[in-house]
C-alpha cells in the first residue's frame, strides 16, 4: 500500500455508501474521493442545509454526482431511527459504511437519550446505526463497515465500566479517548461476530493522524477555552495534515481490495501523517472480553440487538 492515494480507488459504479458527518472535514474529503469514482453517496449531515451546501461544493467539482443529502443526528436515537427506515425503504444495497461523525472534548452534556455526548454520539449513534442498517450491509456482497476511531485511544487505559457516561467524574478529553476506544473495540467485535456468522462483509477501523479540519476549532468554541484555542492556533498549521490526507486511511480500509477485516488503519508517518498504513491498536483496544462486555451494555442502552448475528443462527 505504499503512497495510496484517493487516485487507487477501485471504480465504485453501482455502489452505494453511506458517510456519517459528511457536510464536514473527514467525512467531506471522503464523499467526494468516493463521488469521483462513481459511487451514489449517501452524505449524512445532522443539519440538513449544511449538507446541502457540502453536496453543491462536491457537484462544482464532479458535475455527474449522484448524491443524496439526508438528516442524521447521531446524539439522538430517534432520529437514528428515522434514517435508517428512511434509508432501508429508499435503497436496495449498502457497499460501504463510514462511521466517521463525532465530536471532540465537548463541554459536559448528554444526548436527546440522557448518554455522556461523547461516548453517545462518537460510539453508541454509531452502535446503533451499523445494527439498524445491517440487513443492508449483510445482503451485500463484500460490503464494509469503516469506524473513524483517533489515536486518542491510546490515552486510556481501558472502557471505565464503573463510569460509563462519566456521571462520577468527567474529564473533556478522557470522555474523548474513551469514546475513541469504544470505535474499535466496536468494530472489532462487529467482524468477529460478521465472520463467526459466514458473511462476506466486514469491519475495520481508521484513523487521520491529526488532520486540519473543522474538530479542533469546535472543540476550542465549545469550551470557549482560549488557552485550548491558542494551542491548537499555533499547532494544526505546524502538526496537521489536510483533510484530504486524514481520509485516506478511511477510504483505504472502505475501497482497498487489500485492506482485511478486524484491522487498524492510520497514516504512516509517526501516526500524525502520510499516507495509511496498517497500524497496532493499544492491547486495551484489542481485549475481546472488554470488546464482548461493551457490546452487550450498548445493546442495551440503545435497544438495538443486532439479531441477525446472534450466535444461534451460526447454527442455522
Ligand atoms: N481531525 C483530526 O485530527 C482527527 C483526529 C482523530 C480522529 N478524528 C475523527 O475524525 C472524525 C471526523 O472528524 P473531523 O476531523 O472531520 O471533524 P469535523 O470537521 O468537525 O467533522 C465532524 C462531523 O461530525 C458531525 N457531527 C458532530 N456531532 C454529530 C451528531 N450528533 N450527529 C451527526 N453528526 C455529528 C459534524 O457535524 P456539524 O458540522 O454539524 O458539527 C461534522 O459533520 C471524528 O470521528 C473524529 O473523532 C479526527
Do not use: C
Not at 439522538?76 to 449498502?94: K, P, W
Not at 462511521?99 to 452534556?109: E, I, L, R
Request: no cysteine.
Amino acid at each position: 500500500m505504499a503512497n495510496w492515494t484517493a487516485n487507487d480507488i477501485p471504480d465504485q459504479t453501482g455502489k452505494v455508501i453511506v458517510i456519517t458527518g459528511a457536510n464536514s472535514g473527514l467525512g467531506y474529503e471522503t464523499a467526494l474521493a468516493l463521488a469521483r469514482k462513481n459511487a451514489h453517496v449517501v452524505m449524512t449531515s445532522r443539519s440538513i442545509q449544511k449538507g446541502e451546501k457540502a453536496r453543491a461544493d462536491i457537484l462544482k467539482q464532479v458535475p455527474n454526482a449522484t448524491i443524496d443529502v439526508m438528516q442524521l443526528d447521531l446524539a439522538n436515537l430517534a432520529s437514528v431511527r428515522e434514517f435508517a427506515q428512511a434509508f432501508n425503504s429508499r435503497y436496495d444495497r449498502l457497499d460501504q459504511l463510514y462511521n466517521n461523525a463525532g465530536v471532540m472534548a465537548v463541554p459536559q452534556s448528554q444526548t436527546a437519550d440522557g448518554f455522556e455526548m461523547q461516548f453517545g454520539t462518537n460510539h453508541l449513534g454509531h452502535f446503533a446505526l451499523t445494527g439498524l442498517l445491517l440487513p443492508k450491509l449483510l445482503s451485500t456482497p463484500n460490503s464494509r463497515v469503516v469506524s473513524v476511531s483517533s489515536g486518542a485511544h491510546r490515552t486510556v487505559s481501558g472502557i471505565n465500566f464503573d463510569d460509563l457516561m462519566s456521571e462520577k467524574s468527567y474529564s473533556r478529553y478522557v470522555a474523548y479517548g474513551q469514546s475513541k476506544l469504544a470505535n474499535i473495540l466496536f468494530a472489532n467485535e462487529l467482524n468477529r461476530l460478521l465472520v463467526a456468522n459466514g458473511s462476506s462483509t466486514r469491519s475495520m477501523a481508521a484513523h487521520p493522524g491529526l488532520s486540519n479540519t473543522n474538530l479542533q476549532s469546535n472543540t476550542a468554541d465549545a469550551s470557549g477555552n482560549v488557552f485550548e484555542r491558542a494551542l491548537y492556533s499555533v499547532l494544526m498549521p505546524v502538526m496537521s495534515q489536510s483533510q484530504a490526507m486524514g481520509a485516506l486511511p478511511q477510504l483505504y480500509a472502505g475501497t482497498s481490495p487489500q485492506a482485511e477485516g478486524g484491522k487498524y488503519y492510520g497514516p504512516s508517518f509517526m501516526s500524525m501523517r502520510g499516507y495509511p498504513k496498517e497500524e497496532k491498536p493499544t492491547d486495551a483496544a484489542l481485549n475481546e472480553r472488554d470488546a464482548a462486555r461493551l457490546w452487550a451494555i450498548s445493546a442495551d442502552l440503545t435497544g438495538v440487538t443486532y439479531d441477525e448475528l446472534q450466535p444461534a443462527m451460526v447454527a442455522v
